[in-house]
């Protein structure tokens, strides 16, 4: 297979795997979406959807989060790790929406890598997910398989957006970055890997990754 044909060959796999796509974290609107993305940075989905309902209860918006101290934020976010900083961004990005965004939720790149604890990872997930702006974020599972499968090169997560949204369609890249997380986690994991399980990987993979897999 050449370059394209791998390419088409994992966009139809994954189609096919995925029909239907959710997105890992729960929320309800662009401000929970963008805290609970917050919270994911070096924290598991999972351990994050445990803990937003406890924090969304008490504040699912702007105006009731500041009316909790940064101490009160930390101390129910503590166990996604990272509780100081969060907690910080959390309260400050929320004054944040309220004095320069009308309470909402910007929907421009710009605007929201400038508030605090939000980079551009976290940008391109709410833009992508709440407001349907095609963006590409690339999480562990994305920069593993996109180096599994030959896409790209492994060197930084910088490299390994730019080199999917070059290979990948533009219309296609919101689907395609939810799918390939899923199938990072059922069939491509860091741990417990099995090729004869990864359809794709046993498939396109580079033939570095192939011949240095060990069962």
Same mark, same amino acid.
């Given at each position: 297979m050449n370059?394209?044909? %791998?390419? @088409?060959?994992?966009?139809?796999?994954?189609?096919?795997?995925?029909?239907?796509? @959710?997105?890992?974290l729960?929320?309800?609107?662009? +401000?929970?979406?963008?805290?609970? /993305?917050?919270?994911?940075?070096?924290?598991?989905?999972?351990? /994050?959807?445990?803990?937003t309902p406890k924090l969304f209860a008490k504040a699912d918006n702007p105006l009731d989060m500041i009316k909790m101290s940064v101490d009160q934020i930390r101390e129910i976010i503590k166990p996604v790790g990272l509780s100081p900083m969060k907690s910080k961004g959390i309260y400050g990005l929320s004054h944040i929406l309220l004095e320069k965004h009308n309470g909402k939720v910007p929907q421009s790149f710009n605007d929201l890598e400038a508030l605090p604890s939000v980079g551009h990872k976290t940008a391109s997930v709410v833009m992508a997910q709440a407001f349907g702006v095609p963006a590409f974020p690339v999480?562990?599972?994305?920069?593993?398989?996109?180096?599994?499968?030959?896409?790209?090169?492994? %060197?930084? /997560?910088?490299?390994?957006e730019k080199d999917a949204k070059r290979l990948f369609p533009k219309e296609k890249w919101n689907d395609l970055h939810l799918q390939i997380i899923w199938y990072g986690r059922e069939y491509s994991p860091a741990r417990g890997w099995k090729l004869s399980k990864d359809i794709i990987t046993k498939t396109?993979?580079?033939? @570095? /990754?192939?011949?240095? +897999?060990?069962r």
């Open positions: 370059k394209v044909d %791998k390419v @088409s060959f994992a966009i139809k796999t994954l189609a096919e795997l995925y029909p239907t796509i @959710s997105a890992p729960d929320h309800k609107d662009p +401000y929970t979406l963008l805290i609970a /993305v917050l919270l994911s940075a070096q924290s598991t989905d999972i351990r /994050v959807n445990k803990i999480d562990t599972h994305i920069h593993r398989l996109m180096y599994r499968w030959g896409f790209s090169n492994g %060197k930084n /997560v910088k490299q390994t396109i993979g580079r033939k @570095s /990754v192939l011949n240095n +897999y060990h």
